[in-house]
DNA sequence: AATGAATGAGCATTCATTCAT
DNA sequence: TATGAATGAATGCTCATTCAT
């Protein structure tokens, strides 16, 4: 018994350990050629196995930029969640999200890359790259605003769905920046920037 | 004299006319089927040519994608200085901006697929987009929130470059999500939407 | 219009005289390697042209060995037809068949072992080899043997099919052993050989 | 002693099972989707076992291949010996021969597949084919065909192994139609069709 | 300028075989 | 013996680009 569970347990985190390491292999091939210009052997090599067996984990090159974008998307939600879960201010939520998503992702420039660009490289991936977390993403902000138009904190002339993608977008844009700006400067500050005019407005009062 | 005058201008016309049905065909194409889907040859049918033809006028597929780019950002940076030279205001200034930014790609979603999906689709490309018409582009924004700031009607506690940044992250968000929700709702009207949040915050007052 | 269709002629002449060099290539190929040992790199190297220009004229590799065995067989039945025409006995047309059989196929060895062998391999190949031109190969014996009945000339106690079938086998072992025993011997002579037994029975009258 | 005896029978029981079912598997594998498109885990599949277990038991696809085509071979040879001894008519010993072939590859539709079909998609295969058991069976005709004219039975004007092959051809013939036509009529019967003619001739008397 | 036939480098994927366990 | 994960050689086909006409 014992040996049983020990012996599957092994074998998954071996098989675990592979996968992830094609994964993270992956990261670093897209991020640094472009997921067209990546060939699978690239890849292989990157994760010190035979081109073949990266079949063995993935149906095919596509499925690799697929399981980068969920594995990482999960992630991302989920400690989203967790770190969201016990503030009840919408405020201090707002603060939190724009200082996790720039956090997360210059902590993994290549992910960062395949985030930023490879993944937007084609409507096909688009389309499902939308359907999928990104969804999600956009609406635990879009509740967050919600919750904070109920309580009067946020005014209530607006949809809180395109005050999502306002807040999104200009987060977007700021890892987008960053990146092609070569990482000259922190990201993570620029949170505060962003919500500076997010919530206060351009405007002198 | 007036024959070579005139054949030149005809040939030159000529010219013009066969490399604009190129990149015409090029947005058509590279929207329905992104960049590394498409082929030379569908650009040449759907331009009504033959394949050699294009590498007449262009010496790589990559440089019809760069001069689909560069005519329509120059386009739309002329007729942005146009439209923004007779206006004083700043906030109309940003208005302008805004609208025009949502209309003209509302107007062409071919080439809105191209600038808001294909374009993104490897980091060198970004490079080169940054490096070229998009920097102008964000500096007319930049300028324009130098001068509300100079004026008294922008606050001051912000880096110009940040808030145009910010601004165009907030607009092309806008772009990406119609395009990618099928165009089910006119475009130019969340113009309105993000000025609302960018100028004024938020926050209730 | 001369120049038209002189054209137009040229350019078939041309076409066809490629086409037809790879059809002999992949005979030749195909023969020395058999289909699935053969590349289609040996073929276009045979042929004397880029890996790239088979596709030009071949959508695939099996389209060649299909083409190959199209024509052979169109060749060989048209040929057959045109010598049967002015025979009125059935006698002779058998013999006429039974010749023409062995001297085609042992005047072009390549051919004949891409007949008696490749073009074995698959049921797959062999259920449209046998749908195809076979069938119609078999017909002409079949209806021959019926005209031999009717006649009088040839017993009326078996299916003509049957007898189309059993000349038929006769005559393909006699080419595949020919083939397999490295021609050392002539194969049209064993035509006559066939037609005794088969005419005259094995049995002492 | 008793065990170890014991032990080896059963070892060796146990082995030939194995092979035994690997050879069965091939058979239906190679039968249903022919031997290049066969892979070799199909065949472990359909056995019951892993993959790398085919190789303790054979060199290589091709030898499993090999191995279906000796061991029915020498059973089909076997067997005929033993049906054949008893008799002594060259006649009999004839429709002996013929009524076994074909009941033979019909009670096994697999096999007859393996044997028309797939052992004939290359020179290399047949020419081993040729090379091994075939040339006994083809004997075995011959020298039946010998004694009917040294009996005074079978006309002398031909060499017995001209007769063999034209013999073996019709039948091959009767069998792979019969496969081809998806069996939709009983194959013994052929025998005595095939007989008629070898026998007795076509031609009226 | 225009053509389009020809080129040939390039690549994702498969699968027979091996070997550590 | 048995396993099945890992290997890596092998190849049909595509398509950007060239060039003779």
Redesign the interface.
């Known amino acids: 018994m014992a040996r049983n569970s020990k012996g599957t347990a092994a074998v998954k985190t071996v098989v675990a350990d592979k996968r992830e390491a094609i994964l993270r292999a992956g990261v670093r091939v897209f991020?640094a050629k472009?997921?067209?210009?990546s060939k699978v052997a690239d890849i292989a090599r990157e994760a010190g196995i035979a081109d073949g067996t990266v079949y063995l984990y993935f149906k095919s090159k596509d499925e690799i930029l697929h399981s980068i974008f969920d594995r990482a998307m999960a992630n991302f939600i989920d400690e989203g969640r967790r770190e969201l879960e016990p503030i009840t201010d919408p405020?201090e939520k707002l603060k939190t999200i724009a200082r996790l998503h720039l956090e997360r992702l210059s902590a993994d420039r290549d992910l960062a890359?395949v985030f930023?660009?490879?993944l937007?490289?084609?409507?096909?991936f688009?389309?499902e790259f939308?359907a999928a977390g990104f969804a999600e993403y956009l609406d635990i902000i879009k509740r967050t605003?919600e919750q904070?138009q109920k309580a009067?904190?946020?005014?209530k002339?607006?949809?809180p769905v395109?005050?999502a993608?306002?807040l999104?977008?200009?987060?977007?844009?700021?890892v987008?920046?960053w990146?092609?700006s070569a990482n000259k400067y922190p990201l993570p500050p620029?949170a505060d920037?962003?919500l500076?005019?997010?919530?206060?407005?351009?405007?002198?009062?």
Chains 1, 2, 3, 4 share one sequence.
């Open positions: 991020a472009g997921f067209f210009n405020i890359v930023q660009i490879e937007r490289g084609s409507t096909k688009m389309q939308s605003i904070g009067g904190a946020f005014r002339d607006m949809k395109v005050c993608k306002i999104y977008g200009a987060l977007d844009e700021m987008t920046n990146i092609l620029m920037e962003v500076k005019i997010y919530l206060g407005g351009l405007l002198v009062k």
